[in-house]
């Protein structure tokens, strides 16, 4: 379990994120969406502990995330963001195995990442490519097999498939989907695509300006909306009016 207790963010420059309370039950998978700037990847970045809280504390499993435990709790959290975030100079291999090699795996590693990659739809013979040698979608799976490496209890993606062309996003989403039904982890996704929330997340929170201003189901959204943005926010991606 995830819980936000008061938790804030500011910074010179204003409020990335007002003081937010939030619990994320095990094993739901919880979309964070809303405008750019409304502070979803700020509240992301607060849960994996890469950014410290200007109000309130972040608990995992009731153990706050704070300087003396962040490097113990971020071990189960798996981390994704736009593109992978792959080392340009490491095979996708070394990328899938760097923090497992660092702890010392030995044969076990290789198994790891052979399961990974059939869990991914991974081509096998493309695990010794550099990242350059591979397609967006290849690279994001990278980074997928990469987060699950050390089979975290949690998976953080922020915004994962925003860059990625329509069809290789849509063949992502129902892998990404099949992934968190066979997997059974807590799923924390950033995204600013309503279908893809709607498609992926058992529940959906909406931000607005730093603030959460609605947490439910997507035919909540649709059918009692809490503010006219949400119902703005809903128009303005016409393809989910409809489902």
């Known amino acids: 379990m995830i819980q936000l207790r008061g938790v804030g963010k ?11 309370s939030l619990q994320l039950e095990t094993g739901q998978v919880t979309a964070l969406i809303g405008p ?3 502070g979803k990847s700020t509240l992301l970045r607060l849960v994996a502990g890469l950014i410290t809280p200007s109000s309130g504390e972040v ?9 003396n435990s962040a490097q113990t709790l971020r071990r189960q ?6 593109d992978g975030g792959l080392f340009p100079h490491l095979t996708a291999r070394q990328n899938v195995e760097l923090m497992a090699r660092h702890l010392g795996g030995g044969a076990e590693v290789d198994r790891r990442t052979a399961d990974l990659a059939e869990l991914t739809h991974f081509p096998q013979d493309a695990l010794d490519r550099y990242p350059l040698e591979l397609s967006g979608g290849q690279r994001q799976r990278v980074g997928l097999m990469r987060a699950l490496a050390l089979d975290p209890a949690t998976l953080l993606l922020d915004e994962p498939l925003g860059a990625l062309d329509p069809l290789v996003r849509h063949a992502l989403q129902t892998d990404l989907k099949e992934i968190f039904v066979r997997l059974k982890k807590t799923v924390v996704l950033v995204t600013h695509d309503m279908g893809e929330a709607a498609y992926l997340a058992d529940r959906i ?11 439910g189901t997507l035919d909540d959204f649709q059918t009692r909306p809490a503010t006219p943005f949400v119902t703005e926010f809903l128009n303005a991606q016409r393809a989910v009016v409809a489902l």
């Open 59 to 67: 608990l995992i499993d009731g153990q706050q995330m704070d300087a």
């Open 10 to 20: 500011t910074y010179n420059q204003g409020v990335a994120l007002r003081p937010t």
């Open 36 to 38: 750019s700037g409304c």
């Open 205 to 215: 929170v909406l931000l607005q300006d730093g603030a959460v201003v609605q947490d």
């Open 77 to 82: 959290l798996g981390y994704v963001i736009q």
